[in-house]
């Protein structure tokens, strides 16, 4: 089952790739790629209440030795093509990644964008090399917990009155922050650049209201056991309920994949702990270099 929030909603409209044999035009989208060729390149999809600056923190790092993709989906960032009925974010990036000779790749993906890529793995036939699914969201939500209804009415009602002030702060409080701390007591620069972003993607799909998406049939969440790569799933024990029913159905569905937690942090463990994150992503390619 894939969940569907306020229509203009952020970050758990879930991703959809097009139906198999669906004709579609995608997005070019807006991106970086920085770093040594050679090998299987890092391909990082941002969550939805971001776009391709949250990987700002890991990105001189991860540059040093690899060769590193980021992109903005279309409706965030710098991807400001107004889609058309049947576009979908999975489409995009194929075609994007298609465009730069990538046909091959570790997939990581941050909430919204772990569900493009496991639906990347399951359409585009050896794109992904691996998975690394951190929070993961979109397409692989099943569950609409209380916790997740009412972050939907925290970010639905500013939405309806046009404050994209406030709803922007209610995804930096449900999201940085979780539902067990106060925003207050983080890092101020990881607010304020959560918060620019996420109105920033409130601001271009300001229009986009009644636009369908194609869906993939079926769901990534029926499909988990046709992936057949390594699969590692990072989650924050901070987080709402929502993700953590996520995070165990992708562990169960997908065979072999495992789960590492933090203790101490929310939905966007990479932007809490940078320099632990960029370790985690080391030893996870180490192996499959």
């Not at 101020?188 to 996420?198: C, K």
């Not at 990534?220 to 901070?238: F, K, M, N």
């Amino acid at each position: 089952m894939q969940l569907r929030p306020h229509p203009r909603g952020s970050w758990l409209c879930p991703p959809s790739a097009d139906r198999e044999g669906t004709p579609h035009l995608p997005s070019q989208l807006a991106h970086d790629r920085s770093g040594p060729r050679g090998r299987v390149p890092l391909v990082l999809i941002h969550a939805g209440v971001a776009d391709r600056r949250m990987w700002d923190p890991q990105w001189a790092s991860l540059t040093r030795h690899h060769d590193v993709v980021r992109l903005d989906l279309r409706g965030f960032g710098e991807s400001t093509e107004r889609p058309e009925d049947g576009w979908s974010y999975t489409a995009d990036v194929a075609a994007t990644l298609a465009s730069l000779g990538v046909d091959r790749a570790h997939l990581v993906g941050c909430s919204m964008g772990a569900g493009v890529a496991v639906e990347l793995a399951l359409t585009v036939p050896g794109l992904a090399a691996s998975l690394l699914l951190v929070a993961p969201g979109g397409a692989l939500i099943t569950e609409a917990t209380d916790q997740l209804k009412e972050f939907w009415r925290a970010e639905g009602d500013p939405l309806e009155a046009g404050d994209l002030d406030a709803a922007a702060t209610a995804n930096v409080d449900w999201w940085l922050a979780g539902p067990h701390r106060a925003a207050a007591d983080l890092d101020p620069g990881a607010r304020e650049l959560v918060h620019t972003m996420q109105r920033r993607a409130f601001e271009l799909t300001e229009d986009w209201d009644g636009i369908e998406e194609a869906e993939l049939d079926p769901p990534a969440t029926d499909r988990l056991g046709e992936i057949a790569v390594p699969t590692l799933v990072l989650t924050g024990s901070l987080d709402i309920d929502a993700i953590g029913v996520a995070a165990a159905g992708v562990v169960e569905g997908v065979p072999g994949a495992r789960q590492v937690a933090w203790d101490d942090a929310a939905h966007l463990p990479s932007l809490e702990r940078p320099d632990a994150f960029v370790t985690l992503v080391e030893e996870w390619l180490a192996p499959l270099a």
